[in-house]
């Protein structure tokens, strides 16, 4: 692909031409770094229809100073910035979310839809306006809606993992200025939500109905599936596979072969 950036003669403007015929705009609007110097641009691909490209660019001269090009479906669902300037959050309407390095665009994480279990796309607009991204740096949490079903969502900053879940029926929404409310409109009625837990037995910072393992703050900490309060070998995925009460698949001095055919 060729992109051109170059400068207008007006301060702080500059236009950014794609030959791709990308669409720039709605759920892609852009965000502008904390200090006001880069501009992070998506860019849905509208011939491909699969392609999506984020676009770093350099406020003082409009160049080009990375891009990342996405393979998803149904586009973009908006951007997010940390308060550092060192992160991008790129939430997708497949759904997916990825967080990149600003100072290169290199993915520091990508979470699909595998653990999205209850998402069919981040695609919600209510009433013509879009829904971009929310990002809550204290609690670690960034916060998108789906359109069906319809609900809102927190998800981790870490990891992306949904950490608390508003399942509400919605035609508006607005965070409150210290981002502890949700103030929700579903046709004439009005009503808001704390963004704290209602439960969260074993604080880890998960909801208890979004919370695989709600009852240790461990969760599943070596992958296998089975939640470490009740996993005979919380931290290690081969647990006892030689059932002689040691945990590993090679305890005491002796070898044990595993073949897959």
Request: net charge negative.
């Amino acid at each position: 692909d060729h992109r051109d950036l170059h400068s207008f003669p007006t301060r702080r403007s500059s236009d950014l031409n794609y030959s791709g015929a990308a669409n720039w705009g709605g759920n892609d609007r852009p965000v502008l770094s904390p200090d006001e110097t880069v501009l992070y641009v998506g860019l849905d691909d509208e011939p491909l229809y699969d392609t999506a490209i984020i676009v770093a660019v350099r406020v003082a001269d409009g160049k080009e100073l990375w891009s990342y090009t996405l393979y998803v479906q149904y586009g973009l669902a908006g951007l997010a910035v940390s308060s550092d300037g060192n992160t991008l959050f790129v939430g997708t309407n497949q759904p997916r979310l990825l967080s990149l390095d600003t100072a290169t665009g290199a993915v520091r994480w990508s979470a699909g839809s595998n653990v999205f279990p209850y998402s069919t796309r981040f695609d919600f607009l209510g009433r013509g306006a879009d829904s971009p991204p929310v990002l809550d740096e204290a609690t670690g949490r960034l916060y998108l809606a789906d359109n069906w079903p319809r609900a809102m969502r927190g998800y981790s900053t870490t990891d992306g993992t949904p950490l608390v879940n508003f399942d509400r029926t919605f035609d508006e929404f607005v965070f409150s200025s210290d981002l502890s409310k949700i103030v929700f409109r579903a046709s004439t009625t009005v009503f808001a939500e704390s963004t704290e837990c209602d439960d969260d037995t074993d604080s880890d910072g998960i909801c208890d109905d979004m919370d695989s393992c709600p009852s240790t703050d461990l969760n599943d900490a070596d992958g296998d599936d089975v939640c470490a309060d009740v996993d005979s070998c919380p931290t290690d995925r081969a647990n006892d596979m030689d059932s002689d009460g040691v945990c590993g698949n090679a305890p005491n001095g002796t070898l044990w072969f595993h073949a897959e055919s």
